[in-house]
């Protein structure tokens, strides 16, 4: 008897916009590894018996997308301390003794994207000011903060859920009205969108752009398109921009070396074949 491949997946509701398999299944074959990578659609009242069912069918761990970025860090057994200070888990690795261990990466490929897109950025340069206060501002705002940024600026549509992220991280993170958040940019170094405005399928991102530096380094978390019209309109003014695939290619990474036992390159091939994909 021969071992089976690994299987791993992802899971979310919905799950047909996940571009996640076809970043997997090109590591796969380009490593010539044997293993499957499965995208599963599952409902909020079947997530902790699918999580518990997963490893006995031989899964070795899931990613984990919208909306069960927060709920699965409740039933995961054990965390790490990134995953606990976020407050939400995209990555889950089933153990051998049975336990869930819950992890998130999200942070790990935000920086990741920004140092090789624009190897000279530093977050301690000056303020970051950031848009939106989700899940995936957590996760950029406590990067950000670990990097050693002075200052981390937040406007959120609903101001309440940004006042939580100053409460969580402290006396660095500064709260701004969403009707000002192109005065926040003022000064800034580095700025970042992390809502899902500009997305495909979703509201255009209404912000003046009149404070923004030149200096500064614009990052959109937005990969649909790949180019959004805020890149576009920072590039103008001589920002330097980049774009939001580079952090879903990264935060990838160390869930496929831990499940498939490869550590693969993130580079211009990788790009180009999930953008062909799509």
Same mark, same amino acid.
């Given at each position: 008897?021969?071992?089976?491949?690994?299987?791993?997946?992802?899971?979310?509701?919905?799950?047909?916009?996940?571009?996640?398999?076809?970043?997997?299944?090109?590591?796969?074959?380009?490593?010539?590894?044997?293993?499957?990578?499965?995208?599963?659609?599952?409902? !909020?009242?079947?997530?902790? $018996?699918?999580?518990? /069912?997963?490893?006995?069918?031989?899964?070795? &761990?899931?990613? @984990? #997308? %919208?909306?069960?970025?927060?709920?699965?860090?409740?039933?995961?057994?054990?965390?790490?301390?990134?995953?606990?200070?976020?407050?939400?888990?995209?990555?889950?690795?089933?153990?051998?003794?049975?336990?869930?261990?819950?992890?998130?990466?999200?942070?790990?490929?935000?920086?990741?994207?920004?140092?090789?897109?624009?190897?000279?950025?530093?977050?301690?340069?000056?303020?970051?000011?950031?848009?939106?206060?989700?899940?995936?501002?957590?996760?950029?705002?406590?990067?950000?903060?670990?990097?050693?940024?002075?200052?981390? !600026?937040?406007?959120?549509? $609903?101001?309440?859920? /940004?006042?939580?992220?100053?409460?969580?991280? &402290?006396?660095? @993170? #500064? %709260?701004?009205?969403?009707?000002?958040?192109?005065?926040?940019?003022?000064?800034?170094?580095?700025?970042?969108?992390?809502?899902?405005?500009?997305?495909?399928?979703?509201?255009?991102?209404?912000?003046?752009?009149?404070?923004?530096?030149?200096?500064?380094?614009?990052?959109?978390?937005?990969?649909?398109?790949?180019?959004?019209?805020?890149?576009?309109?920072?590039?103008?003014?001589?920002?330097?921009?980049?774009?939001?695939?580079?952090?879903?290619?990264?935060?990838?990474?160390?869930?496929?070396?831990?499940?498939?036992?490869?550590?693969?390159?993130?580079?211009?091939?990788?790009?180009?074949?999930?953008?062909?994909?799509?």
């Amino acid at each position: 008897m021969t071992e089976s491949p690994p299987l791993a997946g992802v899971i979310g509701n919905p799950i047909s916009h996940s571009k996640s398999p076809l970043l997997f299944d090109y590591w796969l074959r380009r490593l010539d590894l044997s293993g499957h990578y499965v995208p599963m659609h599952v409902e !909020r009242s079947d997530l902790k $018996t699918v999580l518990e /069912a997963l490893p006995k069918a031989g899964f070795r &761990g899931v990613n @984990v #997308t %919208v909306p069960f970025k927060e709920e699965v860090l409740g039933i995961a057994d054990l965390a790490t301390d990134r995953a606990a200070i976020i407050g939400a888990a995209n990555t889950l690795i089933f153990r051998a003794d049975g336990r869930i261990h819950a992890d998130n990466t999200d942070g790990y490929g935000f920086i990741e994207n920004i140092r090789n897109a624009e190897p000279e950025w530093t977050a301690v340069d000056g303020p970051s000011a950031v848009l939106g206060a989700g899940g995936a501002a957590r996760a950029v705002v406590s990067t950000l903060l670990e990097a050693g940024a002075p200052e981390v !600026r937040i406007a959120n549509r $609903t101001r309440a859920r /940004a006042e939580r992220l100053k409460s969580d991280f &402290g006396i660095r @993170v #500064t %709260v701004w009205d969403w009707t000002q958040a192109g005065v926040m940019m003022e000064g800034a170094k580095t700025v970042i969108n992390t809502t899902s405005l500009g997305m495909v399928g979703k509201g255009p991102l209404k912000l003046s752009l009149d404070e923004l530096p030149e200096s500064a380094v614009v990052n959109d978390i937005v990969y649909a398109p790949v180019e959004t019209e805020l890149l576009k309109r920072a590039r103008s003014r001589g920002c330097r921009v980049v774009d939001g695939l580079g952090m879903l290619l990264y935060q990838a990474l160390p869930g496929f070396e831990r499940w498939f036992g490869h550590r693969p390159d993130v580079d211009d091939d990788l790009r180009n074949a999930v953008l062909a994909g799509w």
